[in-house]
């Protein structure tokens, strides 16, 4: 299964392990690492882990030459290839093969459980990725009968857009018949009297009898008055004819007392 010229990558190494004979499995119960003389291991070396491939390698090397002593490919794990004790999680039983195809079973151990547990996980990870290698190629082979989902326009079909109509129209607001909005009564219940229309523009606010009284005693006061001007305006009521009268009566006895204080400066200058 090995692939020819392909990449070899190193996945574990590890300086020390031990390699014992195992005698032959008596009944098909699971090997005990009890049953071999672990004080007096057969051979001392290297251990490196190698892929090529989907294939793993475990070779066993010498630690100073580098010469490979022997090796195991794997082609599955958990399998028949390696395979862990019942009494021990340091000691694995595995099986070499040489260049023709001879094979033998073997085990193996470690002096610290910190370099089985590396061992057994660089293996996992390995034929982990397989696994999913595996999938993939399945799955590119295996046309898609899925329904697909078809979002393209059917003959004669269109489509609208609405491009700067997306915000509502404000509503009118009601009118009258006049064409402008009603304005609310005022608070009192009760609405003004339009104003008095006169051919002339300068009109002038009605006063009441009593303002007229202030205006008298206002004008006799001040000395330095001035003829107020005579209104040409004809008045609409009575009211406007009596202010008239009473702005007469005011231009004269104003004009009277210019010209008695104008007689007392004259003597005393």
């Known amino acids: 299964m090995a692939t020819e010229g392909a990449y070899e990558s190193i996945l574990c190494v590890k300086p020390d392990v031990n390699v014992y004979r195992i005698p032959p499995r008596a009944s098909n119960r699971g ?10 291991p057969d051979w001392t070396g290297r251990m490196r882990v190698t892929a090529r491939g ?3 390698y475990i070779k066993l090397e010498d630690k100073i030459s580098g010469e490979l002593f022997a090796q195991a ?5 958990p399998g028949i290839a390696v395979e862990t004790v019942s009494d021990s999680s340091r000691y694995f039983v595995l099986r070499i093969q040489d260049d023709s195809g001879r094979s033998a079973f073997i085990g193996i151990g470690f002096g610290d ?4 547990f590396d061992f057994n996980v660089a293996l996992q990870d ?12 399945k799955q590119a082979q295996t046309p898609d009968t899925t329904p697909k989902l078809d979002l393209g326009f059917k003959e004669g079909q269109t489509i609208t857009l609405n491009i700067g109509q997306s915000r509502k129209r404000e509503k009118a607001r009601p009118q009258g018949s006049g064409g402008f909005g009603l304005l609310p009564p005022p608070p009192g219940g009760k609405l003004a009297p339009p104003p008095s229309k ?5 009109t002038q606010p009605a006063v009441e009898e009593g303002d007229m009284g202030c205006l008298l005693d206002l004008d006799s006061s001040n000395d330095n008055s001035v003829d ?6 004809t008045a609409t009521s009575d009211l406007w004819g009596d202010f008239d009268s009473v702005s007469q009566k005011v231009t ?3 004009a009277e007392e210019q010209d008695h204080w104008k007689a007392a400066h004259s003597s005393s200058l």
């Open 31 to 40: 090997v005990r690492a009890a049953d071999w003389k672990l004080d007096s």
């Open 113 to 116: 459980r910190g370099d089985s």
């Open 73 to 77: 490919p794997i082609d599955e794990f």
């Open 54 to 56: 989907k294939v793993a």
């Open 198 to 202: 006169s051919s002339n523009h300068n």
């Open 252 to 254: 004269v006895e104003t």
């Open 126 to 137: 390995h034929f982990k990725w397989v696994k999913q290698e595996d999938e993939i190629s």
């Open 228 to 233: 107020a001007p005579i209104s040409n305006t």
